[in-house]
């Protein structure tokens, strides 16, 4: 398994899971006071109210980021509903909990937002690992 960082603040703890990660750059748009790819550590966990920082994990595109309340009785699985966005020259976001079967018939469960490959050359089918840039897919 690739390297997995935590960064907590006592009240909820972020995720990272650095081969997940495609550097699309929604979670530092976003939240540049929390999010900084240029600095070490590069999430400041301080940086933002944990409300903020939960609302902008959500929306990491990969995966790569997710979260966990620290309370004992917050460690709970979080579901969304379903939604699907087509971003333009990039990747198909799926946003809730899906079951993933693989072609092998390996299954896996997505929660939060998975990002799907729409340009066919990403290295980590079914998902997008940014590829599409260095393609200059558009569609």
């Keep these: 398994m690739g390297k997995k960082r935590e960064y907590t603040n006592g009240e909820v703890t972020v995720v990272w899971e650095a081969e997940k990660c495609i550097h699309s ?3 530092s748009k976003g939240l540049p006071r929390v ?9 400041k966990i301080d940086g933002a109210e944990t409300e903020n920082i939960v609302n902008q994990v959500k929306q990491c595109p990969s995966g790569a980021l997710s979260y966990y309340m620290n309370a004992e009785n917050d460690k709970r699985s979080e579901t969304m509903e379903t939604k699907i966005e087509v971003l333009e020259n990039g990747p198909l ?16 469960i997505k929660n939060k937002t998975t ?12 998902y997008c690992d940014g590829t599409h840039v260095k393609h200059d897919f558009k569609g």
């Design 25 to 27: 750059g929604i979670c």
């Design 35 to 43: 999010f900084q790819p240029l600095n070490r550590p590069w999430v």
């Design 93 to 108: 976001l799926v946003y809730g909990t899906l079951k993933v079967t693989h072609k092998d018939g390996s299954t896996e």
């Design 115 to 126: 990002a799907f490959c729409r340009c066919g050359g990403s290295d980590n089918k079914p």
